[in-house]
């Protein structure tokens, strides 16, 4: 079976009810869920099949959580013979794609990730901040106007060639929303996060996870991954590594990370992407209609997937 792209979605992916399908049906997937709440310490399974939602939603259970419900389905694939040919992740799906080329073994990834989470969560209590979509601008123009406000506030997401996630003090962000749709944005949607993530305001959070991530093996990866600071493709560890310890402070450049593996010439037929929800899949599509991207999250997106890559072959 020829491998095929893959990418894994990041926070406000999570749901109540993630992952009971695959815990249920067994195999490799159930088997590696079932070790999750001796890695974190807490009942995060139970949190993830039946809530309650607040608690899930918590930064420190939602990134471990979106984490294991993605390698979960990783596992799973890979007993179908589907492997990446490249991936990426957003945000903290990075670590999940990590995962995916082999440069984390599932279990390290999920402790870096709850630790990844509480330090973030941990930030958002101590400097409170926040983040909000605008819709309707280009990156530069959303740089241009952010530059122009009193505080802390930057373009944080990338997500495509309108849509841009500002983050920063709660105040500047206002501001900024305010500016923002002077200029021109059709819409700016405040988020329900718990912090101002990818902003200077998780310096002391990035510092502490950079001293936490000496103690990870991270290997070189067995296929490229297209990293968030940088959208160019990642083979080494210590490179890696090093995006890893960026990310909680540099903005997450998705659009040029899509660019760079749907946008060139030898375009893939095939994209998945693998975790819960469907957010990446949608902003793709609208992209690259060309590309059929698939999101497999589920018991019925595993066992229906080798009839969708069998239309697609050739």
Same mark, same amino acid.
């Given at each position: 079976?020829?491998? /095929? $792209? ?17 815990? @249920? ?7 590696? *869920? ?19 939602? %607040? /608690? ?6 939602? !990134? ?18 589907? #492997? $990446? ?8 799906? %990075? ?24 330090? =973030? ?11 909000? @979509?605008? =819709?309707?601008?280009?990156?530069? !123009? ?6 122009? /406000?009193?505080?802390?506030?930057? $373009? ?6 309108? !849509?841009?996630? /500002?983050?920063? %003090? ?9 500016? *923002? ?7 700016? @949607?405040? #988020? ?8 200077? +305001? ?10 936490? +991530? ?9 296929? &490229? ?7 160019? $493709? ?23 990370? =899509? ?12 994209? +998945?992407?693998?975790? &819960? ?17 698939? &999101? ?19």
């Amino acid at each position: 079976m020829p491998r /095929i $792209p893959m990418l894994f979605p990041g926070q406000a992916s999570q749901s109540v009810g993630m992952a009971a399908d695959l815990l @249920a049906a067994g195999g490799t997937a159930a088997e590696f *869920l079932r070790s999750v709440n001796d890695l974190v310490g807490i009942d995060l399974v139970g949190i993830m099949t039946a809530g309650p939602a %607040e /608690i899930l939603t918590e930064t420190r259970n939602a !990134q471990p959580a979106i984490l294991a419900h993605s390698v979960a389905v990783t596992l799973a694939l890979g007993d179908l013979g589907v #492997l $990446p040919s490249i991936v990426a992740g957003h945000s903290l799906g %990075e670590f999940s794609a990590a995962v995916a080329c082999s440069a984390l073994c599932p279990e390290d990834a999920v402790r870096t990730v709850r630790r990844r989470g509480e330090l =973030m969560w941990t930030a958002g209590q101590e400097i409170p901040g926040t983040m909000a @979509a605008v =819709m309707g601008l280009s990156g530069a !123009q959303v740089a241009e106007v952010c530059a122009g /406000i009193d505080g802390v506030v930057v $373009p944080a997401n990338h997500n495509s060639d309108n !849509q841009v996630v /500002i983050s920063g %003090e709660i105040a500047a962000v206002a501001a900024a929303g305010e500016a *923002l749709k002077a200029a021109g944005a059709k819409r700016v @949607a405040p #988020l329900n996060v718990s912090g101002a993530f990818h902003s200077p +305001l998780l310096e002391g959070a990035a510092t502490a996870f950079r001293a936490f +991530l000496d103690s990870i093996a991270v290997h070189d990866p067995a296929v &490229p991954l297209v990293a968030n600071v940088s959208a160019e $493709p990642v083979t080494a560890a210590a490179a890696l590594r090093e995006g890893f310890a960026r990310q909680l402070t540099a903005p997450v450049l998705w659009h040029d990370t =899509m660019e760079r593996i749907c946008g060139g010439d030898h375009r893939p037929r095939v994209v +998945l992407e693998v975790g &819960p929800g469907k957010v990446l899949t949608g902003l793709a599509r609208r992209a690259y209609p060309d590309v059929t991207f698939v &999101p497999v999250g589920t018991v019925e997106d595993l066992e229906g997937l080798p009839a969708v890559l069998a239309a697609h072959a050739g």
